[in-house]
Nanobody, 126 residues
Framework: QVQLVESGGGSVQSGGSLRLSCAAS????????MGWFRQAPGKEREGVAT???????IYANSVKGRFTISQDNAKNTLYLQMNSLKPEDTAMYYC????????????????????WGQGTQVTVSS
């Protein structure tokens, strides 16, 4: 029921920065958490960062200290600020939302989410 549209991807050199945006629309009684995932060719989709409605965040070890997830509730938009980008960050980045809850879950696992955006490509050259 929640529609997600990512934007902000592009090509940058190693060490550069990008800010991804995810615009959410449609009705949902509650979004338990939202997250950013990425998938490189030949690899599985992996969790990058998640944020809960109370503002708590969780990051993958590979991006800690470099990426920052945030949300603007007034604009209904999720952001991912990416600094100090590395070639290994190259991937299609997806926005996701978890709108159902049945018990404890692992927020960085793709299986936990039920709404996905179309993705935006990020390419980092060395």
């Amino acid at each position: 029921q929640v529609q997600l549209v990512e934007s902000g991807g592009g090509s940058v050199q190693s060490g550069g920065s990008l800010r991804l945006s995810c615009a959410a629309s449609g009705y949902s009684s509650r979004r338990y958490c939202m997250g950013w995932f990425r998938q490189a060719p030949g690899k599985e989709r992996e969790g990058v960062a998640t944020i809960f409605s109370n503002g708590n965040t969780i990051y993958a070890n590979s991006v800690k200290g470099r990426f920052t997830i945030s949300q603007d509730n007034a604009k209904n938009t999720l952001y991912l600020q990416m600094n100090s980008l590395k070639p290994e960050d190259t991937a299609m980045y997806y926005c996701a939302a978890k709108t159902s809850y049945s018990g404890p879950f692992s927020p960085l696992l793709k299986y936990e989410y039920d709404n996905w955006g179309q993705g935006t490509q990020v390419t980092v050259s060395s």
